[in-house]
């Protein structure tokens, strides 16, 4: 009888003129907008403090600086350098699923939403205070954001929860909630989170954005001069990479925005006095100039983390005199502002290769993305150890007393760069016509310089590429081969001499913890 009557009921209730979606899924998408709302809110009060301040920013640099070695290996080699936009991309996603679960769980009696957006606010608000930059009110971007994701979500579960109101008469219950209303409150929360979240990046873009004042910034004029002309025939890459091609590899979410008069280097540790140099001071001194290749510890043989530029700076060795290191350090821990450090051996600093505080890179100031204001170029080691961006501090010390970012996450203390070489023309795979093919690719063994190279079809005798000019001990060096090239499929193989008359090692070894070896091969078809 109960069952007849709820039957009857619902056959009673006018037919509705477009079908009705399940209360479960306004749930979720209460949960949603919740979502949104809380990362709104969290954008837009972030803008008035840091950018890195932000609920999902934080988040999202933790989690870059706790991945384990294996992880990051393959997503860098996976992703390459769009690893931060898997992550943001891959974040998104289990914030949207985590955000239909919360608001599937929400009903008026159980808070078990409410309880996992508090749980994960929590770890927002961790994940915010513990950054190496953070502010004491770094908390307050994700409280705020989540405290008003978890009032949106109630008050609307609570609504789902209650009749719709104005048939109260009869058979109120099987009406379900008011979706009219439920939907005009969610459109409402919809848009708040639309507009918390634009209002946040125009605030972030107004008060923190530096490329106006990058736009502004004049590259010092060097007191050398250096021949810029290469000799790019018959060479497969430009010998100087374009900064728009110039890989990039970091720590940081977003790059710092850091503008040339917030910025100073501070000098200090073990050292007879402490110094602090602003972009004013350290501009009334000489410039120089210099051309070098840029390596990443993480590059794989055959593969592109690599980049040749003139930079132009200020040598670090006077920057380090100005405040006297003590003889018995041999390190320099250098920071970003953003927290990330690299132990660089003192000599390499101060010796005579002329490592640079660059402020410009080919001529033009530094990219953001590259360090804009100012960075560390160290001729002949890996970047992780050396090629700081952003760089505010420079610590004076001891390898046995500082670590650095990546040494303590399972790399190399020490990255001098390893001799290597890559084959660009033909591509891997490619075919070719039988006859005369042009083979050229790069070599390189920073600060030693390149003595020869040499190419190797399938199993023949190893023969000598042409190095093509110029000659730099600090950059990489362009060869070419021409190959008769005869039909059927080849293997064809690179192997670079060192100015030390040291082989390339062809032991296969990945790049932890101190930088891959093994030679470059590429498959070709000649027809
Ligand atoms: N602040 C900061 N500087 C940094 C890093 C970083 O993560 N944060 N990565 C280093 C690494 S691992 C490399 S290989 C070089 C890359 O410099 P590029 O991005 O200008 O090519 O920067 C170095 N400097
Ligand atoms: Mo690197």
Known sequence: MWILDQVTSVQETPTPTQPRPPVTVLRAVNGIVAAGL????????????????????????????????????????????????????????????????????????????????????????????????????????????????ITFLRVMAVRLDSPATGETDSGDAEQGPDRRAFLLGASGGGAAAVVTGVAGSALDHFFNDVSRDRSAFSVPRAVNTIDQSADDDGGATPFVTDNSDFYRIDTALQPPQLTSGAWSLRIHGMVDREVRIDMASLRRMPAIEKM?????????????????????????????????????????????????????????????????????????????????????????????????????????????????????????????????????????????????????????????????????????????????????????????????ATSGDHTLTVRAIDGEGRQQSAVVSRPDPDGSTGLHTIDVSVS
């Open 292 to 484: 070098v290749t840029l390596t990443c510890v993480s590059n794989e043989v055959g593969g592109d983390l690599i980049g040749n530029a003139t930079w132009t700076g200020y040598r670090l060795r006077d920057l380090l005199a100005m405040a006297g290191p003590s003889d018995d350090a041999d390190m320099v821990l250098s920071t970003s502002s953003d927290g990330f450090t690299a132990g660089t051996p003192i000599e390499a600093l101060t010796d005579d290769r002329d490592s640079l505080l660059a402020v410009a890179m080919n001529g033009t100031p530094l990219p953001i993305e590259h360090g804009y204001p100012a960075r560390m170029v160290v001729p002949g080691l890996y970047g992780y150890v050396s090629a700081t961006k952003w760089v505010v501090s420079l610590e004076v010390t001891r390898f046995d007393r500082a670590k650095a970012y990546w040494s303590t996450r399972g790399w190399s203390e020490k990255g001098p760069i390893k001799t290597s070489s890559r084959i660009d023309v033909p591509r891997d795979s490619a075919t070719v016509n039988a006859g005369r093919v042009a083979v050229g690719g790069v070599a390189w063994a920073q600060p030693r310089g390149i003595n020869a190279v040499q190419v190797q079809v399938d199993d023949g005798p190893w023969q000598s590429a042409r190095l093509l000019a110029p000659d730099n001990i600090d950059t990489w060096r362009l060869w070419s081969w021409d190959w008769d």
């Open 38 to 149: 809380t990362v709104g809110v969290g954008q837009l009060v972030a803008a008035v403090f840091d950018r890195a301040a932000a609920p999902l920013f934080a988040v999202g640099s933790a989690v870059i600086d706790l991945t384990p070695k294996p992880v990051r290996e393959s997503a860098i080699s996976t992703f390459g350098t769009g690893d931060k936009t898997a992550l943001l991309v891959g974040m998104g996603v289990i914030v949207a699923l985590l955000a239909v679960l919360a608001g599937v769980l929400e009903t008026s009696r159980r808070r078990w939403g409410s309880a996992l957006f508090a749980a994960f606010g929590a770890l927002g608000v961790a994940a915010a205070v513990t950054r190496p930059a953070a502010g004491v009110w770094w908390f307050l971007p994700t409280v705020l954001g989540v405290a008003a994701g």
